[in-house]
């Protein structure tokens, strides 16, 4: 059975007789697939159909619970077939803060997510969520080499090249584990939080971890769609810094240590994300995110180029650029 053949029987099962229409509400990165659901008298949900074979609804389900016990506006779970990968939701609308954030509007919708976030954070309890080990960290940090370098420029790293990057990762990681632990969403960005009532919806939340405080704070102001100006990049963090402070949550006493944690953490994002957005090009056949890559790479030159003990890592990338004419890639 085509599965949204699947979903309109599913709902025909779960709203007998009151008429409604189907259409596609978004779809992100992986398998899953958003539908909103309109009924006559104007309500509206959503429909997640993710299929079993390839996503697993559980995770979504308890960190929605956690979200919301921690006043963090979240879809509701209104109901459920983990069998057949279907979820009902309630509806936080269309509108993205990637789609609406401009200069002028930037300020208070970031103060609300920060605000959530702290929120989020104070909830957090070490055995609610998979911990975000160094086993973990490792293989997000391999699929830069293994998707981005070998894959997608064409050119595996040397023997060198590999024992620079190693060491950078054992530098990454050894500041990472050592920092605070909290509930981490994973992927809290522009695209993932709504615009609504209850600002910000929160969204693609299934991937929660426990661990790095910094971790969201990163990928929420070095996002992979949008891009800010440091000075403004540095502001909010501080905004955020302080109200974790005052919320008593375990941030570094130092500004100038929490930053430093901030950019090392998002470093280690952006080398993974560099090769999930190859992966997802040559594996699953979705050519669009490799756009975004060159937002990734001057994230990394940027903040190697900061601090001496990554200039390793900088010079590495001066020698993955010498390759572009040679494969015919951007980097």
């Not at 240590?257 to 470093?267: C, N, P, S, T, V």
Request: proline share 6%; aromatic share 12%.
């Amino acid at each position: 059975m085509q599965r949204l053949e699947l979903v309109h029987q599913w709902l025909a099962g779960l709203f007998p007789g009151r008429p409604h229409a189907v259409a596609p509400a978004s779809a992100d990165a992986s398998f899953r697939r958003y539908f909103r659901i309109t009924f006559d008298d104007g309500l509206t949900r959503i429909v997640m159909d993710a299929p079993p074979e390839h996503e697993d609804c559980r995770p979504f389900v308890h960190v929605a619970g956690l979200l919301h016990g921690a006043g963090v506006h979240a879809p509701q779970v209104l109901a459920q077939d983990l069998q057949r990968g279907l979820l009902l939701l309630t509806d936080l609308g269309s509108t993205t803060y990637l789609d609406a954030l401009d200069d002028a509007n930037a300020d208070s919708l970031f103060r609300d997510a920060l605000d959530a976030l702290v929120k989020w954070q104070l909830a957090s309890r070490p055995d609610a969520l998979p911990p975000y080990d160094e086993a973990l960290l490792r293989r997000e940090l391999n699929l830069f080499p293994d998707w981005y370098v070998a894959r997608h420029l064409g050119a595996p790293l040397t023997a060198q090249q590999q024992e620079t990057l190693e060491r950078m990762h054992t530098l990454l990681l050894r500041n990472i584990l050592a920092q605070p632990k909290v509930y981490v969403h994973r992927d809290y960005m522009p695209r993932n939080l709504m615009v609504c009532a209850d600002n910000p919806g929160v969204l693609d939340f299934q991937d929660a971890v426990h661990g790095p405080v910094s971790y969201d704070v990163a990928s929420l102001f070095r996002d992979a769609f949008v891009s800010w100006e440091e000075a403004r990049v540095l502001d909010w963090a501080a905004r955020y810094w302080e109200k974790a402070r005052r919320a008593g949550l375990p941030v570094d006493a130092d500004f100038g240590a929490f930053y430093r944690d901030l950019e090392w953490m998002g470093l280690q994002r952006h080398l993974k994300v560099l090769g999930i957005f190859a992966r997802i090009h040559y594996r699953d056949g979705k050519p669009k995110y490799l756009a975004d890559t060159p937002r990734f790479v001057n994230y990394v030159r940027q903040v190697a180029a900061r601090y001496n003990q990554l200039a390793p890592l900088a010079r590495l990338f001066d020698e993955l650029e010498k390759l572009t004419p040679q494969v015919g890639y951007t980097f």
